[in-house]
């Protein structure tokens, strides 16, 4: 690598830095090729990116980012998993961890500017995706709504019904004064 496709490399890695949500930082070790597509693979369907990076690089890129206090966790065979998704990469990574054995070890993390340890990241992968809060929170919202147009509509209803039977006890008296002589 040159000069200058180190400066941008440097740039790019702090432009993610800053558009992220979270990032975790993992060890990577005897992943294959497979295995390391396969990881990207999920990270991308899940929202997330998953990059080999070099220490040295990202050390210098996490300067002025909210994950400057992660620079200590660059050592060895480093990789980042980051996504504007708070839970999406943290999700994936403590997934495939437990697939991948010794091969892919979580070493912490971020969320915003708040670092996280190994069992910090464990506990925002059993959060619920920014997608499925969504989807809650309209569920919470809707709900409500249904509920009130039903009690609304049932005072309605039964007025009707009320109505209904007078008519017809009406119209039986009338039936029964045309039987009777």
Known sequence: MNREQKQEAVTALRDAFNEAASVVVLHQTGLDAAQTVDLRRKMRAAGA????TKNRLTRI???GTPYAPLKD???GPTAIAFSRDPVAPAKVAVEFAKQAAEKLIILGGALGPKPLDKQGIK???ALP???GLRGRIVGLIKAPATKLAGVLQAPAGQLARVIEAYARKAQ???????IQP
């Not at 990116?49 to 080999?52: E, G, K, P, S, T």
């Not at 039986?172 to 045309?178: D, H, P, R, T, V």
Request: net charge negative; glycine share 0%.
């Open 49 to 52: 990116q998953f990059r080999v």
């Open 129 to 131: 995706s920014l997608n």
């Open 172 to 178: 039986a008296a009338e039936q029964l004064k045309e």
């Open 123 to 125: 506990e925002l992968a």
């Open 73 to 75: 966790l660059f050592t």
């Open 61 to 63: 890129a996490l300067d």
